[in-house]
């Protein structure tokens, strides 16, 4: 219990809010990269051929949005999938969601997907492939587990199906073709201690890179979910030792608004 | 607006009541969730030794007219007690309903224990005490009670000048309802024009599939030459006929209208129930043999010859008005791939979610089969002290895996009746997984549920609980056993940072995971 705290760190509260701590590419004005990684004219409001996202994952992906007739594969389930259709299903997008029976559908509402256009399909059986081409016809964002590693040859078919119908499929997992990746690479629990309080936020580093300009990776911190389960943007937060090795020990802690001890995990 | 005099039609309602509710399950609880093709036949077999015509509402429910059946088999009691007796013999719960009008039928079969029969004429007083909400009528469900109007009898009290102007078209169609009045009038002259339409098959069609692609043809074709005459279907005809000579008709009632497609999956599910159906009545026991033995024929006579749609009532395509703010309208590309789906995987495949209320984040959401209603059993929008606090996991267990925590010891720890732990949780291992570290929880938390039904009631503590590797869980402990309900995020199936060292657990049932976690960096 308790094991692998070494450092516990005090924020107060108007520290947190306010400060940004220098971090690799977040400049002041949360959401502007900077000016090498803004396409001329496409980051700021999406266009046809793009879905818009919540503003938070704008920086994350190019074009600003989710291209039409592009894969995202997001790592692997979690809330980061329903972050990357919330806003288009804000904008009145269909979703669905296919191989994924454990989706939390309060999670999904909170985060901002409207369940009122949201269908599952908790088991695609082993036809899944078509059962997401036809999801891709009606659809516009599709979000799917696949039920085991496709060949490449079905992932091209599929890819087709996603051109030819200008949809978007976001794959809980991973996925070769895929335009854009993201993961979650960092996160942290606030509001919980031991024993005491309960989960209210969490933040997360969330690494995004792709194929061509995109292959540079970028990184942002957010509120996966804020504490009312809405996904904002959050302060970078540097961990003193969060290194990417992580197995060490060198777990962290701080405190949120509440003075509650947070313990980072590290990824 | 006037077709309210004259001869109303007496409709008999058969209602299954387990059956439909498998709409209420989730496809995980009921793995063959379906249209439940076998025992929608079996049904519509013993209906048919009764009438001739019976009409398929949705699953669970059908009707048949009375008029006919119930002066040859002794009145509308004798008729309505010799169905209940004819399926409970089969071995599934019915209840019937006989009333003017289907609306009140279906309420009438409903009516517990065993459906009622309402005399001719009493309609409107038989509806009179039920709720508002009976109409299923979204939008007026939350509209009229706060008109203070909650009853069916207190709406057809008004004027039904007011109704229109306040309610439009939609409260029209409520209106006549509850004064126990069809929902719209039927167009009162015969259809000048045969606008049935067919498709012979030759050679004969031995599988389903050129069937159904027929079918979505002919649904095609019929719906325009019904749009040339400014009609639309409520009810269709489906008849199949087998190489020998004998057919199937089924009427299917679609609530809104006929798409090709709901079409073609209802012609589907006509041949799926007619090629797994046990008893294919009276006249079959030459053909069943030969049907049986040649398990890919699609007929019981062999294959299809002739399938031939005919639209069975018609009403006036009045086109339908749409919300003006936030109805989430299906569109007709949602509705299509939707149904295309459906068709692959069966109805109770593909749903979509209502959230509802309760305290333990799986009771907060229904699932409804696409293309069904159904209001949430337990009203969402309420207060339900004990609820697990937001922000709401993203991951929620159609089944919960089964878990070990212990303390640092070793050995598990348990929650007395009081709400004592006898120590703080210091290993978590979920679904047979490798043990992980707790370094921070909340808990316990107690819920004691349904004290007042026993069979039901259950008392549960639970608790958020962080591993070592950031990821959090919501964990339940019942009896002494440890479930996980649902998790926040998990950063990975066991991700300690450097390698994978376990399996995915299977969401499915919480045994043992069949895949192998591949993600091995």
Not at chain 2, 399 to 408: G, H, K, Q, Y
Not at chain 2, 467 to 477: F, N, P, R
Request: with cysteine; proline share 8%; glycine share 12%.
């Amino acid at each position: 219990m308790g094991a692998g705290i070494t450092q516990v760190t005090s924020l107060s509260s108007r520290q947190h809010d306010d400060v940004v701590l220098p971090g690799k590419d977040v400049l002041p004005g949360k959401d502007v990269l900077p000016g090498k990684d803004v396409l001329p004219g496409k980051d700021v409001l999406p266009g046809e051929d793009v879905l818009p996202v919540l503003p938070v994952l704008r920086g994350l992906l190019p074009a600003g949005g989710l291209l039409r007739g592009s894969v995202v594969a997001a790592g692997r389930w979690s809330m980061l999938c329903l972050a990357l259709a919330a806003g288009a299903s804000v904008d009145g997008a269909w979703c669905a969601v296919a191989g994924l029976p454990q989706l939390g559908v309060r999670a999904a509402a909170d985060a901002g997907l409207d369940s009122g256009r949201l269908l599952l399909i908790a088991d695609p059986g082993t036809g899944w492939p078509q059962v997401v081409a036809s999801l891709l016809d009606g659809f516009e964002i599709v979000l799917l587990r696949p039920p085991e590693r496709p060949s490449a040859q079905l992932r091209r078919r599929v890819e087709a199906a996603v051109r030819r119908h200008g949809s978007v499929l976001v794959v809980a997992g991973d996925w070769d073709g895929a335009q854009v990746r993201l993961h979650i690479a960092r996160q942290e629990w606030t509001g919980i201690g031991v024993g005491h309080g309960r989960l209210r936020a969490r933040r997360v580093e969330v690494v995004a890179d792709g194929r061509g300009a995109w292959a540079r990776p970028r990184t942002r911190w957010l509120w996966l979910p804020g504490p009312d389960g809405s996904v904002t943007a959050a302060a970078d937060w540097v961990v003193g030792a969060g290194s990417a090795d992580g197995a060490g020990g060198s777990n962290s802690a701080w405190t949120d608004h509440r003075g509650a001890v947070a313990v980072s995990g590290a990824g | 607006m006037n077709a309210v005099g004259g001869m109303r039609r007496r409709v008999l309602v058969l209602y299954c009541p387990g059956w439909s509710s498998s709409a209420q399950r989730s496809p995980a609880q009921d793995e063959q969730a379906g249209p439940g093709a076998q025992d929608l036949d079996r049904v519509i077999s013993v209906l048919e030794e009764f009438c001739p015509q019976v009409e398929v509402l949705h699953p669970g429910v059908c009707a048949i007219s009375v008029r006919g059946p119930a002066r040859y088999f002794g009145g509308e009691e004798e008729l309505a007690r010799k169905i209940s007796e004819a399926i409970i013999r089969r071995g599934l719960d019915c209840r019937t309903g006989i009333a003017d009008g289907l609306f009140t039928a279906v309420l009438a079969a409903r009516a517990e224990p065993s459906g009622a029969v309402v005399p001719p004429g009493g309609a409107a007083a038989f509806l009179a005490p039920f709720p508002v909400t009976a109409l299923e009528i979204p939008e007026l469900d939350d509209l009229l009670p706060r008109l203070g109007i909650t009853t069916l009898g207190e709406f057809a009290a008004l004027p039904a000048a007011v109704a229109a102007n306040r309610l439009g078209a939609q409260g029209v169609l409520a209106h006549r309802l509850a004064r126990g009045l069809d929902p719209r009038p039927l167009v009162p002259r015969q259809p000048a024009a045969d606008l049935s339409v067919e498709w012979e098959f030759d050679p004969p069609a031995e599988q389903s599939e050129p069937v159904v692609f027929a079918a979505k043809a002919l649904a095609d074709q019929l719906q325009a030459g019904l749009a040339a005459r400014r009609l639309a279907c409520v009810r269709m005809r489906v008849q199949a006929v087998c190489e020998d000579g004998r057919e199937i008709i089924r009427l299917w009632r679609y609530d809104g209208l006929l798409s090709a497609v709901a079409v073609a999956e209802r012609v589907r599910w006509q041949l799926e129930s007619w090629r797994t159906s046990q008893d294919l009545g009276a006249g079959a026991a030459g053909g069943r043999a030969d049907g049986r033995a040649d398990g890919r024929a699609v007929g019981p006579g062999g294959g299809i010859t002739l399938l031939r749609l005919t639209p069975d009532q018609l009403v006036r395509d009045e086109g339908r008005q749409l919300g003006l703010w936030g109805d989430a309208v299906v569109s007709d590309r949602v509705a299509r791939a939707a149904a295309g789906v459906q068709a692959m995987l069966g109805h109770g495949a593909v749903t979509r979610p209502v959230l509802a209320g309760g305290r333990s984040p799986a009771e907060q959401v229904l699932l409804v089969p696409f293309g069904d209603a159904a209001a949430p059993l337990l009203p969402a929008g309420r207060p339900w002290p004990g609820n697990i606090p937001a922000p709401a996991p993203a991951t929620v267990y159609p089944a919960p895996l089964s878990a070990r925590i212990t303390d640092s010891s070793g050995t598990p720890v348990t929650v007395t009746g009081r709400v004592q732990m006898s120590d703080f949780p210091a290993l978590l291992s979920a679904g047979g997984g490798p043990p992980l570290a707790v370094i921070s929880w909340a808990g316990p938390w107690p819920a004691t549920e349904r004290w007042w039904d026993p069979p039901r009631a259950r008392r549960r503590a639970r608790f958020q609980i962080v591993t070592e590797d950031g990821s959090a869980w919501l964990a339940v402990v019942q009896d002494g056993r440890w479930l996980i309900e649902a998790s926040y995020d998990l950063m990975a199936y066991y991700w300690d940072g450097a390698r994978v060292t376990g399996t995915v657990p299977s969401y499915r049932d919480g045994a043992r995971a069949p895949t192998e976690y591949r993600r091995n960096r």
